[in-house]
């Protein structure tokens, strides 16, 4: 199998604007001094749609390769899928609704619960986060929709490439795109978007790394200019409104589009630069739990500056530097330690199940 470049700094990347968006927010809700005024700060969901475009290049391409050699294992696959994702998954669920229906209450700190305990429950256990999500149950249980998005493609989509014979995988994907892309945004699947069901981005990064594998893109790697456009409007989009419409459909198309021909450049079209920091790839290693565990890390700075709001010591703009670098620091340190000591252990036994 052809050797990709190592794209877990990107994940850190997509991590820390996630974390970004959420600062301000939380700060703003709590009375405390907050700055949102740059892009930048505005960017946390697009960075989740990224990592949707990123899992379905990585793991539609694992699947399309093994199935090339009639050696695609879906107990593996779901082997590898549970041991990476549901422990530090399971972990956020029990410790979210510990946090919210009994930690908050022992603190007196107010905090309503909209849902029925039974319910939180049975959405978050059995992969339905994003519907848990609309009854705002808080922000440490809400950050796992994503979570749900991508489990809940895997488990349709794993079965469905099994049984799909391997030559007709890029039609099928390719049909299933297009139509889902349009029903998704059609009136009469408002549900689809109320619960942000937006499989098409892990459809369209699939669909871009199988047409690498089938040798379809080299059209691309001839026009040195064209990787450099890419990157470069990717930029725009995260650090600039340049992007920015209001229609929906056509948001979201752009959107896909620009996001797999993003992945596509650092993965195929990127001169062979290759980013080797170690300190970088290592916080793309535990990206999953920078993602996970932000939300936690906030909540306790928060409390700690409101603690010292009240003492009046720090002006507000040093507040808002101190508050976001202290977040960032403090989520990193939680993820080391939770890779470190918790889920490595875990993914020991998924590399048994690797595909060698």
Not at 96 to 121: A, K, R, V
């Amino acid at each position: 199998m052809k050797k990709l470049p190592n794209l877990t700094p990107i994940r850190f990347f997509l991590a820390t604007f996630v974390l970004l968006f959420h600062v301000p927010q939380l700060s703003k809700n709590q009375g405390l001094p907050y700055f949102n005024n740059l892009p930048m700060f505005h960017r946390g969901t697009e960075a989740v749609y990224m990592f949707f475009v990123l899992s379905g290049f990585l793991i539609i391409r694992l699947i399309y390769k093994e199935k090339q050699r009639d050696s695609f294992s879906i107990r593996k696959f779901y082997i590898r899928r549970i041991l990476r994702i549901l422990p530090l998954y399971y972990f956020i669920v029990l410790f979210g609704f510990l946090f919210y229906q009994f930690l908050l209450p022992l603190l007196n700190i107010p905090y309503e619960n909209n849902y029925d305990l039974s319910t939180g429950l049975a959405l978050t256990v059995f992969f339905l986060p994003n519907v848990f999500a609309s009854y705002q149950p808080g922000g440490v249980l809400e950050v796992l929709w994503s979570i749900g998005i991508e489990e809940q493609f895997y488990l349709i989509i794993a079965p469905l490439l099994y049984f799909l014979n391997k030559k007709k995988i890029l039609l099928v994907l390719s049909g299933i795109f297009f139509s889902y892309i349009i029903i998704y945004h059609t009136k009469d699947f408002y549900t689809l978007r109320k619960y942000h069901f937006i499989y098409f981005f892990m459809l369209s990064g699939g669909i871009m790394a199988i047409l690498e594998e089938k040798e379809k893109l080299d059209f691309l790697k001839k026009i040195r200019l064209i990787p450099i456009i890419i990157i470069t409007c990717t930029f725009l989009f995260f650090f600039t409104d340049l992007f920015l419409i209001d229609h929906k459909f056509l948001y979201n198309g752009i959107t896909c589009i620009l996001f797999t021909l993003f992945i596509y450049t650092v993965s195929h079209l990127n001169f062979n630069i290759e980013i080797k920091s170690k300190l970088l790839n290592h916080l793309g290693n535990i990206s999953y739990g920078i993602y996970m565990y932000h939300i936690i890390a906030l909540n306790i700075i928060v409390f700690i500056f409101l603690k010292i709001q009240k003492m009046n010591i720090i002006s507000d703009t040093v507040s808002i530097i101190l508050l976001n670098i202290s977040t960032l620091v403090l989520t990193i340190l939680i993820s080391h330690i939770s890779y470190t000591y918790f889920e490595s252990y875990f993914l020991k036994i998924k590399n048994k199940y690797r595909i060698k």
